[in-house]
């Protein structure tokens, strides 16, 4: 099973941006996920996630701009990106925790 995270783009500072997250089958909605991202040159770094029971979690680069959310119905996790930065440009990615196979993630890009 492979994750697919959609919803990037180009956006200006301080834009906001709603990336989504889908499988095949329910697993997105039975399974604690998370969003990573990785920036240029750097490791992918896991920024929010949601447990089953839809307790979340964020990195403190994220908190306060960033809120993860669920939809059962519909089999899809969001990540709502607010206030963003130039340092959030990043391929972002989602999975479910522990990780499968990578998906190819969405490009955000924030230009000043």
């Known amino acids: 099973v492979q994750l697919q995270a959609s919803g990037g783009g180009l956006v200006q500072v301080g834009g906001s941006l709603r990336l989504s997250c889908t499988a095949s089958?329910?697993?997105?909605?039975?399974?604690?996920v998370a969003w990573f991202r990785r920036g240029s040159g750097n490791e992918r770094e896991p920024i929010a996630y949601?447990?089953?029971?839809?307790?979340?979690a964020y990195a403190d680069s994220v908190k306060g701009r960033f809120t993860i959310s669920r939809d059962n119905a519909k089999n899809t996790v969001y990540l709502q990106m607010n206030s963003l930065k130039p340092e959030d440009t990043a391929v972002y990615y989602c999975?479910?925790?522990?990780?499968?196979?990578w998906g190819q993630g969405t490009q955000v890009t924030v230009s000043s």
């Open positions: 949601i447990k089953s029971d839809d307790s979340t």
């Open positions: 089958g329910s697993i997105v909605s039975r399974k604690d």
């Open positions: 999975n479910i925790l522990p990780p499968l196979t």
